[in-house]
């Protein structure tokens, strides 16, 4: 999995491409808390377009992060959920629970 | 196929067996499931019966068998893995229905072996002669069985 991080005013942009699974969740989750936990970043947004696959794993670190924002009032969007990565959402019954967007501007933007 | 117990090799195992999933009539879909499925299996190997070391044992075999589902002969896939590591503990392989809930209430844990549940017709686990033994079961869709 490759992580990219861009910055905009009072944004963060993540990019990830790959797989999110048991051997890479732990790298993304960590830059995730970090955007919130320590930069105190108010909207941090996750581009899954070259996302091909993410697993439990994936999808913990996904929800520690979300819960993370919340409880620090600030806002996790995602967006460009390919089929298998809403899939997986739908399966952990999380998929109501998450800000998805289906594009940047959207994420940008709402 | 034989595998050593490093996280490493679960994408490369994902690459292998959605090849074989697809020559076996899977929809995409379905295929995800099963893929998803094996993927969560091999990693709570890796987790619990071997705690994290990188080296030992896993085996995976593949087999199409004839099975029964709602009532009708069904071929399907078989797919068993094995393991040398600590005994699996039962309960954990029989976790109560996951329910739509408030965020404050979800905890990260226990998807895996929702998921392994939930895609598959069939789990069945053993413990024998010192190795857990894991079998899961996909019926084929009714079209495409061979």
């Known amino acids: 999995m490759q992580i990219d991080i861009r910055k905009l005013e009072q944004i963060t942009i993540v990019d990830a491409a790959g797989d999110i699974d048991y051997s890479t969740s732990p790298e993304l989750r960590r830059v995730l808390l970090r955007e919130f936990r320590e930069l105190k970043i108010p909207r941090v947004v996750l581009n899954l377009t070259s996302v091909r696959y993410v697993d439990s794993a994936g999808v913990a670190s996904l929800l520690e992060s979300l819960k993370a924002s919340r409880d620090l009032k600030s806002r996790f969007i995602l967006y460009g959920l390919n089929a298998k990565v809403t899939q997986v959402l739908q399966l952990s019954k999380l998929l109501t629970l998450f800000e998805i967007r289906e594009n940047e501007e959207q994420a940008l933007k709402s | ?146």
């Open chain 2, 1 to 146: 196929m034989e595998l050593r117990s490093n996280p490493e090799v679960l994408c490369v195992v994902r690459g292998a067996v959605t090849r074989l999933a697809e020559l076996l009539g899977f929809s995409e879909s379905d295929n995800h499931l099963v893929i998803l499925a094996l993927d969560e299996a091999m990693t709570n190997i890796i987790r619990h019966a071997y705690q994290g070391q990188r080296e030992r044992r896993i085996e995976v075999t593949f087999r199409l068998l004839s099975a029964a589902r709602d009532g009708a002969p069904r071929q399907a896939l078989e797919i068993v893995l094995r393991d040398d590591g600590l005994p699996v503990n039962v309960k954990r392989l029989q976790p109560p229905p996951l329910q739509e809930s408030p965020i404050e209430e979800r905890k990260p844990g226990g998807l895996g072996v929702h998921f392994i549940r939930e895609n598959m017709d069939k789990v069945e686990f053993r413990r024998r002669d010192g190795r857990n033994l894991l079998r899961l079961v996909k019926a084929l869709p009714i079209a495409e069985s061979h």
